[in-house]
């Protein structure tokens, strides 16, 4: 005759067999379990679907003569849980049409819940009302993304944090931290200061350099022109040191080149510097190759030029992997806060 123990033990077995069959694993096929990618990054979304172990869901995203976007899921979705892929990079506008059409066209589909993977989330820089009669466009892209049918939102070092409070539903806020503090360790720079190109990236330095267990510095700017900023005098003691910038994004990288020549100027001994986004336009190539750096390093949120790629002081670091562990997170429900530093 069983025992209550007896009993109470095959229950436990039963229940932890059935959650075990219901919790999707890497590498296994879930029918209800799918990725899919606009056109602005494909080699990111497959390099996540590799991670995963799974194959990107078949969409269709073309354009009409007129310039047009026109998209068309190709396979079942009715009650999957889709993961849409596509950092809003140049051309902006477009990639970012791409991305409210596919939504769309899952939500019609009957999708049980979409969620925006935005790598690089454009218009970010436009957060608040800073002159006259001027758009906070973060808050307009977060309005658009909920009302095309977006459920919850994956995003990966906005320019500013409090654009997680523009959208209405979920947002998952990823650090690219964790892979750029790994490479800078791995290098074991001596003499290390973590420097902030600006006032307003200070949290964001001070937080790499604990993690670093370097020292701080801050550099003084006065932004002239849009696009144009003057650098003034650096705040903390950078003399014989190895300086490391920090920064969300590089655009045309002029902030960064004249930051790096602050640095030198007041007696730093190489000059190297990292960023999530290599958004790179303009001149910002050309800029980073007559620059004092001894290295740039940045993640593939966004798809390097061919002119970036063959630059030597550009590195790429993937970012595969964090984006690939997180989908899996909110897919099975579990914490995604284990990916933070």
Known sequence: MATLATVTEKKAQVGADEKSERKPQRGRVDDKFKIFSGTANEALADEVCTFLGMTRGQALVTRFSDGEA?????????????????????????HLMELL???????RASARRITAVVPYYGYSRQDRKD????????????????????????????????????????????????????HFRKLNLPNLTVVSPDAGGVERARFFAKKMEAALAIVDKRRVEMNVAEIMHVIGDVNGRTCLVIDDLIDTAGTLVKTASALMENGATAVYACASH?????????????????????????????????????????????????????????????LFL
């Open 101 to 107: 059409l596919m939504i769309d066209a899952l939500k």
């Open 70 to 94: 026109y998209t068309q899921i190709q396979e079942n979705v009715r009650g999957a849980d889709v993961f849409v892929m596509q950092p809003t990079c140049r051309p902006v506008d477009e």
């Open 278 to 338: 290599a958004v790179l336009s303009g001149a910002a190539v050309e800029n980073i190759a007559k620059s004092h750096f001894t290295e740039v390093v940045v993640t593939n949120t966004i798809p390097l030029s061919e002119a970036a790629q063959k630059e030597p002081k550009i590195r790429v670091l993937s970012i595969a992997g964090l984006i690939g562990r997180a989908i899996q997170s909110i897919h099975e429900e579990t914490s995604v806060s284990k």
């Open 131 to 182: 002159k006259p009669r001027a758009p906070i466009s973060a808050k307009v892209v977060a309005d658009l993304l909920t009302t095309a049918g977006a459920d919850r939102a994956l995003i990966i070092d906005p320019h500013a944090p409090q654009i997680q409070g523009f959208f209405n539903i979920p947002v998952d806020h990823l650090f690219a931290s964790p892979v750029l503090v790994d």
